[in-house]
């Protein structure tokens, strides 16, 4: 879910369908339970759908449970045992030689930038401009 304009993972608690607001537990502080609009929140898949080499997404570096912006850096392969793993590389994340290393993200932690060049929109269940099932 996003709050305070970080991703961060977190479990859902519990839905109110009747103002949309999810309750959701942050998986880092099981104590903090979080009220988040649907628009911010996002449900992560195993699957590499829509995502290759190039791509700017949203990974959870690894040991944490907070997402950062990265770039998937090597070809994205499916895996014959349903879990997929992504290589990306991390905003800022050079070593002491400059260099920025090719790290190992599970395919359910990487998502596409919602701010991104690309359809960013493809995993969101409305369009911000209008609802496209209005038009008659």
Known sequence: GEENGSWVLAAVSRYYPD??????????DESKLIKLPSENVERLEDSVEGLSKGDMVLAVFPDTTSFYRATISKPVKRSSQGTSELFVQFEDDEDETGRTP???????????????????????????????????
Not at 103 to 130: F, L, W
């Open 19 to 28: 103002s949309d607001i999810f309750e959701v537990q942050d998986e880092d």
């Open 102 to 136: 090719h790290r190992r993200v599970t395919a359910r932690y990487v998502m596409h930038s919602p701010d991104g060049d690309d359809d960013g929109n493809q995993y969101m269940d409305d369009d911000e401009e209008g609802d496209d099932d209005q038009h008659s």
